[in-house]
Each structure stands twice: as C-alpha cells, then as structure tokens.
C-alpha cells in the first residue's frame, strides 16, 4: 500500500472510530471518501469512486428519516413530513453536518479539486456524507445507519420544526414583507461574473427601491435565496 493511500486509511479509520462506527470492511469506506477526481490522477486505483454508495445511502437516508417523522409527528398531514424531510436532508444541512465531523478531511480527490476548495464544498461534503451511510449499510446494515442518522441529523430536527425552517426563506420573506410593508419584494441582478459554465450571481432583494438583501449563487435562484436569507435578518431593524 502507498504511504499516501496508508496514510488516508488511518485517518478514515480514526474518523470511523470518532463516529463509533464498528467496521468490518475498511475498503468500503475508503470507497466512501475517494471523489472521481482522484480516479483521474491515479489511473492504477482499483478502489470505485464513491458515486454508487451516495445513490444507496441516499436511499437509506430518506427511508430512515421517513420513518422517524411518521412516528415522531403522528399529527401531522404528510404535507409537512415532506417538508421537515426535505429541510433535514438538503445538501446544506448534511454538509453543514459533514464539516462539523470533519468528512472533508478524510476525502480523497485530486489536487485540481483540492486547490479549488473542494474539501469544504457543501455538494461534496454532502454527498460524502451519503456515500458513507451506504457503506455502512453494505458493511453493518439499516440498524447501524439508523444509529449514526439518529445521534447526529435529528438533533437538528426540532429546530427546523418549531422554526419553520423547511419554509425557504424566499417564501418566508414574502410572507413577511406582504404582512409588514403590504408590499411583494422583487430580486434584481447586481453582477454576474465567470463564463457561463462557471458564473456566479449576486441578486438584490427589494422593498420598493430600498435593498434589504443581497446574495451570492452559482445560479440565480440560489442568490435569491442567499438575498432573502440575509433580508431577514436585517428585518429585527424595521
């Protein structure tokens, strides 16, 4: 084994360790954390990308986090399980989450990738925290995954409830500018930079012709959410 490659395996077995997670196949979970890029600069691997164990533990998320809000919230209309789920495991929470047990570290990619920040792209560390719930599953089964999801996502859940932070904050901006100012805010682009395969956004959020908000986004419908999320949290000011 390479003294790279030995080096990353220790560090994903320590990872492993931290999340108490009692493995049997570490090749599996090397798979969980080596990005297609990697694949590219290292033509001799024979460890796949962890693409296929994203699909799986995607799967296995959505089933685990379907069957807690079915019990968790017998009064609710499905509606708003639908909606809790989706604030629950939207790619910045799980990426939120993935930086915060240190997923980033463990990823193998390649240094193009490293040198852009990929080690702290929500896309990437939200993915990495999929592909390693289907390694779990493959290696341990639905009862360990229930376990991992259990003690660090749904602790997050309550918040996201009582808050109503599955409500976009687009939608609640609207809501709340409508109810303050009688008024529906309009976005406006201020810049767009980069080629078009790579542009990135900055959109203002408007009450009339005052700026409440502006966001950055690789689209323009994530710098309108970024717009209004920073809006709201000028309104405690009018």
């Known amino acids: 084994m390479k003294q790279k490659q030995k080096k990353k395996m220790e560090q994903i077995k320590k990872l492993l360790k931290n999340l108490e997670i009692p493995y049997k196949n ?13 694949l590219n600069e290292n033509k001799r691997e024979k460890i796949n990308n962890n693409e296929r164990l994203e699909f799986l533990g995607d799967a296995v998320l959505e089933l685990i986090t379907s069957h807690f809000l079915f019990e968790q919230y017998k009064d609710r209309p499905e509606g708003d399980l639908t909606s809790f789920r989706a604030a629950l495991v939207k790619t910045e929470s799980l990426a939120t989450l993935a930086r915060q047990l240190k997923y980033g570290d463990a990823l193998r990619m390649s240094k193009g990738e490293e040198a852009t920040g990929g080690r702290d792209k929500d896309y990437l560390l939200a993915n990495t925290f999929e592909s390693l719930l289907g390694a779990v599953y493959k290696d ?3 009862e360990q995954c229930e376990k991992l999801v259990s003690k660090y996502l749904f602790p997050k859940l309550s918040g996201i409830v009582e808050s109503r932070l599955d409500i976009d904050c687009k939608t609640r901006f609207q809501e709340i500018a409508q109810n303050k100012f009688k008024v529906t805010p309009t976005y406006e682009v201020l810049e767009a930079v980069g080629p078009d395969h790579d542009k990135v956004f900055t959109m203002g959020v408007f009450i009339g012709k005052k700026e409440l908000g502006r966001g950055t986004g690789a689209s323009k419908q994530k710098a309108e959410e970024d717009a209004a999320k920073n809006a709201l949290e000028k309104l405690v000011d009018y």
Do not use: C, K, V
Request: glycine letters at 6%; aromatic letters at 24%; zero cysteines.
């Open 26 to 38: 570490i090749n599996l979970y090397l798979e969980a954390f080596t990005h297609r890029s990697f």
């Open 140 to 142: 341990l089964g639905y």
